[in-house]
């Protein structure tokens, strides 16, 4: 492995640090190298806090060392003011000679401004270093400032014969498909994105919390489709453990495609990643109307004969893993 590319992976591996909770920020790694030794890193803090750079240059002991550096960072470091001062700025203040950069940040109150302020101080400046890897790291910030939507996560659990659920059940509450750890998992997953969506029925059928309680972490705001905004407020999903955001015929209009007028609202709503855990009219809708970036299916070895359909997705599964006896696979939009 050549040595910038061993600097920006360990980079992106230090920044998955931040996943979840720097949201709507990107999750930006940064390592400090002098003379073949790592001597600070750091990734980005959540929302309001330092950025990466600022964190890594902060943890470098001996600041003089700075000056004979060289600095790594999987995104253009900003050059605007915002929650916290230009990152470029604070490079140039330290006279760190040579810096790194894994990919440009093409959201326009960035987009090639801070590589030109660090070369106009006379920084030398290395663009593109593993750019791929970084591009994907970054994903969720990506699709929301050049999609102008979130990134769209799908996911949802079927049983060995294509079922969600049954026609007919005992209880106001899910009829569990996976094991307890799958379960967990997705505890895991909601931590991880910036809210997760649902339509009205889930949330008359299973009166679902959409909470984060098997997992430590960030609760998602929770997104709730309401057609007719007469869902009773009693429901689990209005509780104060979570945000909730209700779309209702005021903000969608139901006679025409809804996905592009959700993604809308969410965008306007500054959500940068959601998880669509809705029925199979919601989860339908995004397929059909080419709106997501990731799928992750549950699949059970339980069988239902009768109930509602599980959607139908067209595509490969990227990987397919076990978790005890239910089976897990991811597919993405390419």
């Known amino acids: 492995m050549k040595i910038h590319e061993k600097y920006i992976n360990r980079c992106i591996e230090i920044a998955k640090n931040g996943l979840g909770t720097t949201r709507p920020n990107p999750m930006v790694g940064c390592v400090i190298v002098y003379n073949g030794l790592i001597i600070g890193e750091g990734f980005t803090s959540p929302y309001g806090g330092a950025h990466a750079e600022v964190n890594a240059i902060q943890s470098v002991t001996d600041k003089l060392l700075l000056k004979h550096a060289t600095l790594y960072v999987t995104l253009e470091p900003c050059s605007h003011f915002g929650k916290t001062p230009p990152c470029s700025d604070l490079i140039i203040k330290h006279e760190i000679p040579k810096v790194v950069i894994g990919m440009v940040d093409d959201n326009s109150l960035v987009a090639g401004r801070g ?10 400046v290395t663009v593109g270093v593993l750019e791929a890897e970084c591009k994907a790291h970054h994903k969720r910030f990506f699709t929301f400032h050049n999609k102008k939507r979130p990134h769209i996560i799908l996911k949802w659990a079927e049983s060995a014969d294509g079922f969600l659920a049954p026609t007919t059940k005992n209880e106001q509450k899910p009829v569990w ?108 809708t995004f397929i059909d109307e080419n709106l997501w970036d990731e799928a992750r299916v549950f699949y059970g070895t339980n069988t239902f004969l009768q109930g509602t359909k599980a959607p139908v997705i067209i595509a490969k599964p990227a990987l397919e893993t076990k978790i005890l006896n239910d089976t897990l696979k991811y597919y993405t939009n390419d």
């Open 115 to 124: 590589i030109k302020r660090l070369k106009n101080a006379g920084c030398d």
């Open 177 to 284: 498909i996976t094991n307890i750890y799958s379960r967990q998992l997705v505890h895991k997953w909601r931590a991880e994105e910036q809210a997760i969506l649902v339509g009205g029925n889930t949330v008359i059928q299973d009166n679902p919390s959409l909470t984060v309680r098997d997992w430590t972490g960030l609760q998602p705001t929770r997104v709730v489709i309401d057609t007719h905004n007469n869902l009773p407020n009693n429901y689990a999903v209005f509780n104060t453990a979570a945000k909730t955001i209700k779309l209702t015929e005021t903000e969608l209009d139901f006679s025409k495609p809804l996905g592009f007028q959700i993604c809308e609202c969410l965008h306007k709503h500054n959500i940068t990643s959601v998880i669509i855990e809705g029925g199979n009219k919601t989860l339908q």
